[in-house]
């Protein structure tokens, strides 16, 4: 299985970005899909995650600015990001679980439940 992000950059705070995130070698289409992100010094954070039927998921800190999809092969996951923020600066993670839906509502965006990874996309936003 491969994830591989694309699409992050340098913007000014208020601006938008769309990450992309291209799924490689995934059995099937049940699986559970996240962005997660880190700032230098910070914990890995879980900002959002799509489920296998399309539920969504949204941290507060990004609830009403940042929109996940997929595309309808469901090989290829975004995020849309709007309004973006100084405190938004991080890299930003794809991430893949293949665990029961009720495991992951138990810990919602915790990267415990999600095997795959990508290896990050940066985004900076500045003020």
């Known amino acids: 299985v491969q994830l591989v992000e694309s699409g992050g950059g340098s913007v000014q705070a208020g601006g938008s970005l769309r990450l992309s995130c291209a799924v490689f070698g995934l059995a099937h289409s049940s699986y559970c899909m996240g962005w997660f992100r880190q700032a230098p010094g910070k914990e890995r954070e879980g900002i959002t995650l799509?489920?296998?039927?399309?539920?969504?998921t949204y941290a507060d800190s990004v609830k009403g600015r940042f929109t996940i999809s997929q595309d309808n092969t469901k090989t290829i996951l975004y995020l849309q990001m709007n309004s973006l923020k100084p405190e938004d600066t991080a890299m930003y993670y794809c991430?893949?679980?293949?665990?029961?839906?009720?495991?992951?509502?138990?810990?919602?965006?915790?990267?415990?439940?999600?095997?795959?990874w990508g290896h990050g996309t940066q985004v900076t936003v500045s003020s």
């Open positions: 991430a893949a679980s293949d665990a029961p839906w009720q495991a992951i509502q138990e810990l919602p965006l915790h990267p415990a439940t999600f095997r795959y």
């Open positions: 799509i489920g296998a039927t399309g539920t969504t």
